[in-house]
């Protein structure tokens, strides 16, 4: 079922490319609003410089974006800058960090794992995709042949078996230990695991699973698909360990007592059609709605109604206002093809009731995320609504990790951002070539 192989990694070598902090990054997709040139300012060789690279006007079909992370990766690679792992390895991460005052540590096996369509039932997505990202993934994988950024992928173990198979390769100093300049507050540590006995040990462990859940890296995970049928189409003969039917994932137990959801937030701006007034009076025919003193007592009023679905808070240039769901038919009525656990979400309510029913922005401008910004911190969010009355901010909670289980579990696809997995999985630890030749 679940075919997971060591590899060996291409790794930074501290001795040519200096200190991992200034190597590593966040996810592509995480790379804006200023984050790529402090990276590039960090050091010459950042693994943003192939993951998300600056974009020029010249650019053209022979100098681009991609063609230069292909060169990055081959330079590097030939000064030493990048080196492969001597034997295949698994990799143990764990990643420690504090949250509202508790110490936690979330655990990971880093490993290549071999695809599979999701009619399969081995992996499965729990939220929406759209065709740009994929796109430009491909592009990049197209021309270099290798996966850079972990998804981030978490797989039933009630018991947390393979967890405890791997713990006795942190009984030394982890290999890597460093904070990434983004989520400076996190600690990454990783083991290199070269062990043969203990690899095929929770290769075996991991084998008979299936209805593993992609918690973050949707986009890559179809663009590796579609990048495989391409090369087999190419390489009709290659085996079936061919380096190309595999991905780079970080696996995490759905157990694991380190999994922390955090919610979305949404701001919607340039917004016309309504005033404040307006809305909470439509919304008002579906909620009760109870104007408050501010953000202290609105976070406080989320945190006391946790679980109970259909709370949001609505920050408007009028005030701050708490709203909770009282005419749940409205749902059946708006989704009548979805199933209940789909309806109870907090995300579908927000969606299909508040954004499209109540203020009138259709399912195709939030599909395109037109006029709509996603917020894990809600601050930028509060200081647009300050100023601008065009602007509203939706507070939500978080979704829960049993209610993606059981929309996975029959195939309902969650609305986009519908989860927040805190920390992000870094990018830059280990490089998976997946190059036409390469076997796993």
């Not at 022979?62 to 590097?76: K, P």
């Given at each position: 079922m679940a075919k997971i192989k060591p590899f060996k990694g291409i790794r930074y070598n501290p001795e040519q490319a200096g200190d991992i902090a200034t190597l590593i990054s966040q996810p592509y997709d995480r790379v804006r609003h200023g984050l790529q040139d402090k990276y590039y300012d960090m050091n010459d060789y950042n693994v943003v410089r192939m993951i998300k690279g600056k974009e020029f006007e010249s650019d053209h079909a022979?100098?681009?974006?991609?063609?230069?992370?292909?060169?990055?990766?081959?330079?590097?690679l030939a000064k030493g800058v990048l080196k492969y792992e001597e034997k295949p390895a698994l990799y143990v991460y764990h990643q420690d960090f504090e949250l509202n005052g508790e110490q936690i540590t979330r655990k990971a096996m880093v490993t290549a794992l071999e695809l599979a369509k999701f009619e399969e039932g081995i992996v499965l997505p729990h939220e929406r995709?759209?065709?740009?990202?994929?796109?430009?993934?491909?592009?990049?994988?197209?021309?270099?042949?290798?996966?850079?950024?972990?998804l981030f992928i978490l797989y039933p173990d009630a018991e947390n078996k393979v967890d405890s198979l791997l713990e006795k390769a942190t009984q030394r100093d982890p290999d890597i230990d460093v904070t990434e300049l983004f989520e400076k507050d996190v600690r990454q540590k990783l083991w290199v695991v070269t062990d043969e006995a203990l690899i095929k040990a929770v290769q075996a462990e991991m084998a008979p699973k299936k209805g593993l859940i992609i918690a973050d890296g949707h986009h890559?995970?179809?663009?590796?698909?579609?990048?495989?049928?391409?090369?087999?189409?190419?390489?009709?003969?290659?085996?079936?360990?061919?380096?190309?039917?595999?991905?780079?994932?970080?696996?995490?137990?759905?157990?694991?007592?380190?999994?922390?959801?955090?919610?979305?937030?949404?701001?919607i701006f340039d917004y016309k059609k309504m005033d404040a007034e307006a809305i909470l009076a439509k919304a008002g025919e579906y909620f009760k709605i109870e104007k408050l003193n501010g953000r202290v007592e609105l976070e406080s009023r989320m945190k006391s109604r946790l679980g109970q679905k259909g709370c949001f808070g609505?920050?408007?240039?009028?005030?701050?206002?708490?709203?909770?769901?009282e005419v749940d038919a409205i749902m059946d009525t708006l989704s009548p093809d979805r199933a209940d656990i789909w309806r109870a979400l907090d995300a579908s309510i927000l969606h299909k009731l508040l954004?499209?029913?109540?203020?009138?922005?259709?399912?195709?401008?939030?599909?395109?995320?037109?006029?709509?910004?996603?917020?894990?911190?809600?601050?930028?969010?509060?200081?647009?609504?300050?100023?601008?009355?065009?602007?509203?901010?939706?507070?939500?909670?978080?979704?829960?990790?049993?209610?993606?289980?059981?929309c996975t579990a029959i195939d309902e696809v969650m609305p986009q951002k519908s989860t927040d997995f805190y920390p992000k999985i870094v990018t830059g630890l280990a490089v998976l070539d997946v190059g036409s030749e390469e076997r796993l």
């Open positions: 022979g100098s681009n974006v991609y063609t230069r992370a292909q060169a990055f990766l081959s330079e590097w995709t759209h065709d740009g990202p994929k796109m430009d993934r491909l592009n990049l994988t197209r021309a270099t042949e290798a996966y850079y950024g972990n890559r995970y179809e663009t590796a698909i579609a990048y495989r049928e391409e090369m087999r189409a190419k390489f009709p003969d290659a085996p079936a360990n061919a380096a190309f039917n595999y991905l780079l994932v970080s696996l995490v137990s759905t157990s694991n007592p380190g999994l922390v959801i955090l919610p979305t937030h949404r701001l609505l920050i408007a240039n009028s005030g701050v206002y708490a709203l909770e769901l954004l499209e029913h109540v203020l009138g922005i259709s399912a195709e401008k939030i599909d395109a995320k037109e006029g709509i910004e996603y917020l894990r911190e809600p601050d930028r969010g509060y200081e647009r609504v300050a100023e601008d009355k065009k602007a509203f901010l939706f507070i939500v909670n978080a979704t829960r990790m049993d209610q993606i289980s059981d």
